[in-house]
């Protein structure tokens, strides 16, 4: 995209969609087009001390940076893509330098009139991508560790809301917190494995 003339291209991420519980983060960010940021990849690639480390050198080096957020009662009503996009949409939006482009880790966002290139496997085919992945994923990981705290028996720290064996026997002995997305069949697979 520098190629045509833009100078201003936020990198854009998500984490959470395949999560029961919690909200899906997106983050945005714009590096300088001269950045070097040689251990940055894939942030599913790298352990969560890696991705802490990196996060603090991302967030020191980019031009701009910005997350949004579609919490579960969201994702409930929208459904899970849309409000990606709106997560998304708003990580762009509360950027504090406007892009004039975007890259985007698969998702493509019709609603914000900017050029994009949407790439599969993005986070890993493109540093700012990859700088996005980064973010969104420290930064709702951390939101996960404090919902851990208000509800600590479906062990949020160490699963993230993820569908583990622990969290659907959680959801299967406690039931559903607030956090939880109603439209996800959280139960059934619970059912199905035996557990």
């Given at each position: 995209m520098a190629k045509q003339g833009?100078?201003?291209?936020?990198?854009?991420?998500?984490?959470?969609r395949g999560s029961l519980a919690?909200?899906?983060v997106a983050a945005a960010v714009i590096l300088e087009r001269e950045s070097r940021l040689p251990e940055v990849r894939d942030s599913k690639?790298?352990?969560?001390?890696?991705?802490?480390?990196?996060?603090?050198?991302?967030?020191?080096?980019?031009?701009?940076?910005?997350?949004?957020?579609?919490?579960?009662?969201?994702?409930?009503?929208v459904n899970v893509l849309e409000a990606t996009r709106e997560?998304?949409?708003?990580?762009?939006?509360?950027?504090?330098?406007?892009?004039?482009?975007?890259l985007?880790?698969?998702?493509?966002?019709?609603?914000?009139?900017?050029?994009?290139?949407?790439?599969i496997h993005g986070d890993r085919r493109c540093l700012s991508i990859a700088a996005a992945s980064?973010?969104?994923?420290?930064?709702?990981?951390?939101?996960?560790?404090?919902?851990?705290?208000?509800?600590p028996a479906y062990r949020f720290r160490s699963n993230k809301g993820y569908?583990?064996?622990?969290?659907r026997r959680a959801i299967f002995d406690v039931g559903l917190s607030p956090l939880h997305r109603r439209t996800f069949s959280v139960q059934r697979?619970?059912?199905?494995?035996?557990?």
């Amino acid at each position: 995209m520098a190629k045509q003339g833009h100078r201003l291209i936020a990198g854009l991420d998500e984490v959470g969609r395949g999560s029961l519980a919690g909200p899906v983060v997106a983050a945005a960010v714009i590096l300088e087009r001269e950045s070097r940021l040689p251990e940055v990849r894939d942030s599913k690639l790298l352990s969560e001390s890696v991705r802490r480390r990196l996060f603090g050198q991302i967030v020191l080096s980019a031009k701009a940076y910005a997350f949004g957020i579609a919490d579960a009662d969201r994702v409930d009503r929208v459904n899970v893509l849309e409000a990606t996009r709106e997560a998304m949409g708003q990580a762009v939006e509360y950027l504090s330098l406007p892009p004039d482009a975007l890259l985007i880790d698969a998702v493509a966002l019709p609603s914000v009139g900017l050029p994009q290139s949407c790439l599969i496997h993005g986070d890993r085919r493109c540093l700012s991508i990859a700088a996005a992945s980064i973010l969104a994923k420290v930064y709702r990981d951390e939101m996960m560790k404090e919902f851990d705290t208000l509800f600590p028996a479906y062990r949020f720290r160490s699963n993230k809301g993820y569908p583990t064996v622990e969290h659907r026997r959680a959801i299967f002995d406690v039931g559903l917190s607030p956090l939880h997305r109603r439209t996800f069949s959280v139960q059934r697979p619970l059912l199905d494995t035996g557990v």
